[in-house]
């Protein structure tokens, strides 16, 4: 059978205020494309579908949309909440959707309610597909133990945990069967894209490859933004982000998986780049430099060599025909240095209560963590 394995999509994101419907309405019409021509029969999609736990009725009617088109030609398609999906409005959809054919899972579920799922794909093969969503810290680990113990105690607990979870949502796996598993999670060794949630991504969220049975033959995951495959027991890919998020994954090329498997042997994965997103790029220069930068139809972190003065980023804009979406001095030129610690203007919430910590003589690893996934949690 073919997969096409997809994440991240972060619909709803804006870029610096410009709004990138559009290029999300692309990007996924160019993987409804490949569902086509491929001929694949299922669709994984590893959570992070939305960019907020919010997402607006646009954002909500395009991954709709979209959704419906991949389930085309009668292919199995599941779908699980990540760390920036609502769960629970993910589940206001499963049993809609599911009455539509499309699987939707929000939250853990056992194996025998929908934490695996079993069918038959169109080519006749038997499935078992296990299903795990973004678990949260304080979900795994419960607050009480938080509060006790050390934080790498924490991080074995939480990896312990999620590999009991895997362990029994892989329990029904078979030698006759196609055995996969999605999940949205950090593995070591994965390299960062550059957008993902910082305080969501740290040594408190990892867990190992080694979670994933070796009867499974394909693991299909999503939360880094960047494709690449995890060393473990079996065949685990991230397919990275269709379209990079910000301007931290310019280097990254966007694009979902090709997966072809069978029972009984380890899955087969070609990447499918996606090119119709726009390029993120920086650039820098004086003035002079810039007016010979042709900024294409790509959005421009702009980088100025400059010294500062009213209206400078308004003649830079004007400069790229409106394709600067991000204006800044270079450190060099800026009249405050850089490293200066006084005050709180430009601060963030994190430095500034890890200042507070710090002047009370109160400072905690494990309470500024706890600070950064409540932080998280209440703008998410």
């Known amino acids: 059978m073919k997969i096409l394995h997809t994440a991240d999509w972060h619909v709803g994101k804006v870029l610096k205020g410009r709004s990138r419907l559009d290029e999300h309405r692309e990007v996924l019409r160019e993987l409804v494309a490949a569902a086509r021509t491929h001929d694949v029969d299922a669709v994984i999609v590893a959570g992070d579908l939305f960019d907020t736990s919010a997402p607006t009725p646009e954002a909500q009617s395009l991954v709709l949309g979209a959704l419906m088109a991949l389930r085309g030609e009668n292919r199995d398609v599941v779908v699980l909440a990540g760390n920036h999906d609502n769960a629970q409005l993910l589940e206001v959809y499963r ?8 699987h939707v899972v929000g939250v853990f579920r056992r194996p025998d309610a929908g934490g695996t799922l079993a069918f038959t794909a169109r080519t006749g093969e038997p499935v078992r597909l296990a299903v795990l969503p973004f678990l949260s810290h304080r979900y795994v680990v419960r607050a009480a133990e938080v509060l006790t113990g050390t934080a790498a105690e924490h991080n074995r607990d939480y990896a312990s945990r999620i590999g009991e979870l895997i362990g029994a949502l892989t329990a029904g796996f078979h030698g006759d069967t196609v055995n996969l598993v999605t999940t949205h999670g950090t593995l070591p060794g994965g390299a960062f894209g550059g957008g993902e949630r910082e305080a969501q991504s740290i040594f408190s969220y990892y867990f190992e490859p080694t979670a994933f049975p070796t009867t499974t033959q394909y693991a299909a995951l999503g939360h880094l933004h960047r494709r690449q495959q ?34 009984g042997r380890p899955a087969v994965v ?7 997103a726009r390029r993120l790029r920086t650039v820098r220069g004086t003035l002079e430099q810039l007016e010979g930068i042709d900024p294409g139809d790509d959005w421009l972190k702009v980088v100025v060599e400059e010294k500062p003065r009213v209206g400078l980023a308004d003649d830079v804009r004007d400069l790229l025909a409106g394709a600067a979406v991000d204006v800044m001095l270079d450190e060099k030129f800026r009249p405050v240095p850089a490293t200066r610690r006084a005050g709180t203007a430009g601060r ?9 910590l710090a002047a009370t003589g109160r400072h905690d690893d494990q309470v500024a963590g706890l600070f950064d996934r409540l932080y998280d949690e209440v703008t998410g």
């Open 95 to 102: 049993p809609v959707l599911g009455k539509l054919g499309l």
């Open 230 to 263: 995890i060393p473990g027991p079996c065949p685990i890919w991230y397919s990275g982000s269709p379209l990079n998020v910000d301007f931290g994954e310019e280097g990254n090329v966007p694009g979902a998986l090709l997966v072809e498997v069978s029972p």
């Open 348 to 356: 963030s919430p994190r430095e500034l209560f890890r200042d507070y």
């Open 270 to 276: 070609r990447e499918l780049p996606c090119s119709s």
